[in-house]
């Protein structure tokens, strides 16, 4: 329960009179900042200092790709490694914060030292063994220094090495017999629960690891663990789904078994193990039932027992371990702490104390535990929000499968509509009756999203199919709606109107760009100017802050139960409007290199094309209106914090605001939170912020030199700023006494000796590698392959062209490429494949096996240096080569052999030169390790794009 409710419910409870329940709201200071949130400020600006600058370091290296030479972007990157590893080191005795911030520009300079090196030798190396290396080479980095930041920051880095090395091998273990899947699975797994282990607890006084970090060790190990067992499953092989399923379920039973203990007893850990195996129960469901549409539905409802089950069942072992926690020796005095930390959860207990013994010094209410008393939830009414989440996220694995059964049945649309409508009223009815029953509340939560989707679908599809104009989407979108605001009115549970708040916050606008926008009634035939949709962002971005704004003047005389729902409707739109504003920002930092995409959709907004003029000052002028209002509100609500280099940073994140437009919205909700005492929601708004700072990376119309002109700028501006409130606020607290030094909080200082392994052990990876290369470059023998590119984007590693090169000796040249192999149309009336073909024949019986992969590949050279592909070979033995052939290693990648690389990497903005590329030219040592250095056009002339 919020403690802004509490208070409400308290202020009720005892009849207290206005002036009474302004007094009692002032006495618990819920919108003050809380103690050290300058300090903490001061911290958070240095790390994010230390972290833009590094990044904008690596772009601006970047930017100077061939303005530079090799040897001067390995000296710039190898002493960005040296000296911010050796400052990490000097310094970590004496100024922690500011050897973690060096901290972080040493890891991230490690990681751009490996990728220039990677881009600069494109010998084809795997993307896994790039993220391997630089977890390996920053692992004494973390270990010297022991902070929090340095080990989420690391874990993520580790696990996209494991997840992208097991993904790999797996997709290739389904028909190459020496990559098993299940070893495969077995090791990434263990790796995983090693670092989770690493960063348990008892293990602090070594890794320095915070709870924040376990926990991200834990969910990046249940993603892991789920990936990899969906990644090798076949729906259609129940037994199969079974073998690949088992480790993933056992590992994540055990993980369920220890957070189950009373000793490490953590709900959300807990929550997000249940999910995990919530997804693969479904899975292994799926393949034993899947067939028609009654098989769908009883999926549907397997996954609604199996959810209601493991909620009821989490929510019943957190009360009995609550019960346990209480039921141990406490002294007196902290009963009414204990009442407090159950009624809240831990959040703000420290201002509802206060406002407990403020009301008892006034007579309010004749004592702390009597006030409690009055105002104790039922604790089934009571959800936490780890459990919120399983429940929303859980709740589709019924939902769709039943709404899909639906679709698929065959049935009329009315017929569904009527259905449809019938299951929210039973779920509606359910829902206000059944308030005690968790397993009821989730059932008639499937049913009710089911219900929902099935009526305003099957009512489109009936006026469709009666021929009423084309608005049948329109008016589907409005059934929607208007159930949407029908089960807010209705509903009695705080989560589920979060939820429908949410929804709201989506549909509502949808809606009305269908009523207003192109081809609608105010412009028949025709597209919406700009400006007729110019107004919708705002207004949706304007409704948290006007409701917030409200519920502030209503104060604590608002009924205690509308007030709850009106702060979880809130919550609900909010979190919909920041998830608004980061998918228009697009994928930030490292994300794009495994799920693809880059800049956001503001670039696809209406009127972008002719009318992008329009949109161009008006995105960023709202952009700065929000963040202005964020900084008034914040400036009004905490006067102490009124200072100059407070003034200087609003300045600075105002101009941040109006050149990323997708961030004024999510700095005005943080500065509303944080000034209305919203901590939770202010949570969010902070990883919204990060995320849009880290999409600027990819936003392509800023050139790599202006972004990372921009980002130094800033990191260099935060950085004076926190030494600028440091220095004022050692001035301020000059002349008050001493406070005795505490001691360490880590008891192990002999560890940061390991800091500097980091720079050596980069060095002796990297300086053998450039001496290796560069003498294939000079001495090996030219070679070019012919190929067929294309030329997709690449936003994490700058611009880059597939590759895929004409090597298979079965077919004319060019007509078939390595890397993108083509059923033959007639299996039956192809013919016999040749021996060293790529293509394997099909088994004739149940005792045919696959060839070994292709491991080499010879070519016969012509009098030019054009290399023709003769046979493949599948060992190491060698045999010996003609006058006029060459052999080249292959390497395999996604299950299929790949000549040295399948990208070649080349300057931003120099794709049309690229284009004319129609040969690969490598250099050959005798051995068969081969390089691509550059590519040549038709007539085998290198290409070299013109630079100003």
């Known amino acids: 329960m919020l403690p802004r409710i509490t208070l409400a419910r308290l202020a009720q409870s005892f009849s207290l009179t206005l002036p009474q329940q302004q007094a009692l709201h002032q006495s618990a200071a819920l919108e003050q900042p809380p103690p050290g949130a300058w300090p903490l400020l001061q911290r958070i600006l240095v790390l994010l200092a230390a972290s833009l600058s590094g990044f904008g370091l690596l772009m601006a290296i970047a930017a100077n790709w061939d303005d530079w030479s090799r040897s001067t972007h390995f000296v710039l990157l190898g002493l960005a490694v040296l000296l911010t590893a050796l400052a990490s080191w000097a310094l970590s005795g004496r100024r922690a914060l500011l050897a973690t911030a060096l901290g972080v520009l040493a890891l991230a300079s490690v990681g751009g030292l490996l990728a220039f090196f990677g881009q600069t030798y494109q010998t084809g190396a795997d993307t896994w063994q790039l993220f391997a290396l630089w977890a390996a080479l920053t692992l004494p980095l973390c270990l010297g220094l022991r902070h929090p930041l340095l080990w989420i920051v690391w874990l993520v880095v580790a696990h996209l090495a494991i997840t992208l090395w097991a993904h790999e091998r797996i997709q290739g273990g389904f028909w190459l017999q020496d990559r098993p899947v299940l070893l495969t699975q077995l090791l990434a797994m263990g790796l995983g629960g090693l670092w989770w282990l690493a960063l348990q607890p008892a293990w602090q006084a070594w890794t320095g690891s915070s709870r924040l970090g376990a926990r991200v060790a834990l969910l990046l190990l249940v993603l892991l663990a789920t990936g990899l067992a969906l990644s090798g499953a076949r729906m259609e092989q129940p037994l199969t789904t079974l073998y690949s399923l088992l480790p993933a379920v056992l590992l994540l039973l055990l993980l369920g078994l220890w957070y189950g203990r009373p000793a490490h007893h953590d709900l959300m850990n807990l929550s997000a193990v249940a999910l995990g195996l919530l997804v693969l129960a479904m899975a292994q469901v799926s393949s034993i039932l899947l067939q028609d549409f009654l098989s769908l539905f009883s999926i549907g409802l397997v996954g609604l027992l199996l959810l209601g089950l493991t909620v009821a069942g989490l929510m019943r072992l957190h009360t009995q371990r609550q019960g346990m926690s209480r039921s141990e020796p406490a002294g007196q005095a902290s009963a009414p702490m204990h009442r407090l930390a159950d009624l809240l959860a831990g959040s703000q207990a420290d201002g509802l104390a206060r406002a407990l013994r403020h009301g008892v010094t006034q007579g309010w209410w004749p004592s702390a535990e009597q006030a409690l008393a009055a105002i104790r939830p039922d604790a089934a009414g009571q959800r936490p929000a780890s459990l919120i989440v399983l429940s929303a996220l859980g709740g589709w694995l019924a939902v769709l499968p039943m709404a899909l059964a639906f679709f698929v049945s065959g049935s009329s649309p009315e017929a569904g509509a009527v259905l449809g409508f019938l299951m929210v009223a039973l779920a509606l009815a359910g829902l206000r009756a059944g308030g005690r029953s968790l397993f009821l509340e989730q059932c008639c939560y499937a049913f009710l999203l089911t219900g929902m989707l099935a009526a305003s679908v099957f009512t489109a599809l009936s006026l469709e199919r009666v021929g009423l104009d084309t608005r049948e989407f329109v008016a589907g979108l409005s059934v929607l709606t208007l159930l949407m605001l029908l089960s807010t009115w209705l509903l009695r549970q705080t989560w589920l109107v979060l939820l429908m708040g ?54 604590l005389s608002l009924p205690w139960k509308r007030l709850e729902k009106a702060e979880s409707w809130l919550a609900g739109w909010m979190l919909a409007v920041l998830g608004q504003h980061m998918l228009e920002a697009g994928n930030t930092f490292l994300l794009t290199g495994l799920l693809g995409g880059g800049p956001g959709m503001a670039m696809g907004l209406p009127g972008s094309g002719p009318g992008w003029n329009f949109w161009s000052w008006w995105l960023p002028l709202m952009s700065l209106l929000f963040a202005l209002l964020g900084s008034t509100a914040l400036w009004r609500a905490w006067p102490e914090w009124r200072q100059p280099p407070m003034v200087a940073l609003a300045a600075l994140l105002l101009l941040a605001s109006a050149l990323l437009p997708s961030l004024g919205v999510p700095l005005c909700y943080l500065a509303l939170c944080c000034a209305t005492g919203r901590w939770r929601l202010a949570a969010a708004a902070v990883a919204a912020v990060l995320w849009v700072i880290g999409a600027f990376y990819y936003q392509i119309h800023f050139s790599l030199l202006e972004k990372a002109g921009m980002l130094l700028l ?4 935060l950085a004076a700023l926190a030494t600028w409130m440091r220095v004022r606020q050692q001035r301020r607290t000059a002349a008050e006494p001493a406070v005795p030094a505490t001691a360490p909080r880590l008891p192990i200082p002999q560890l940061r000796h390991l800091i500097p392994l980091t720079a050596l052990a980069t060095a002796a990876v990297i300086l053998p590698g450039i001496q290796s290369n560069e003498a294939l470059i000079r001495d090996g023998e030219r070679i070019l392959v012919r190929l067929a590119p294309v030329d997709p984007r690449s936003l994490v590693q700058g611009d880059y062209m597939a590759l895929a090169f004409a090597i298979d000796p079965t077919l004319p040249l ?34 045919w096996k696959p060839e070994p ?9 012509d009098a030019r240096g054009v290399a023709t592909i003769v046979r493949l070979e599948r060992d190491d033995s060698k045999p010996p080569l003609q006058a006029n052939e060459r052999r080249m290693a292959l390497r395999h990648q996604h299950g299929m052999p790949v000549l040295v690389t399948n990208a070649w990497y080349f300057r931003e903005g120099e794709a049309q030169a690229w284009e004319a590329a129609r040969y ?23 290409i070299r794009p013109a630079r100003p």
């Open 502 to 555: 949410a929804g709201l916050c989506v549909t509502l606008p949808w809606l009305i760009v269908q009523l207003t926008g192109t081809d609608s009634f105010l412009f028949i035939g025709q597209e919406a100017p700009a400006w007729a949709l110019a107004w919708l962002n705002p207004l949706v971005a304007l409704v948290f802050p006007a409701g917030i704004w409200w519920l502030q003047r209503q104060g």
């Open 853 to 861: 992969p292709a491991r080499h590949a010879v070519f016969q050279l």
């Open 920 to 942: 690969g030219e490598f250099r050959l040592r005798d051995d068969g390790r081969a390089l691509l250095v550059g590519m040549a056009d038709e007539q085998l002339r290198p």
């Open 714 to 717: 800033t990191g260099l501006l």
């Open 814 to 847: 060019g007509e078939r490429s390595l890397a993108e192999p083509e059923p033959a149309p007639d299996a039956t009336a192809s013919a016999p494949d040749a021996p060293g073909s790529l293509d394997q024949p099909e088994p004739d019986n149940q005792d």
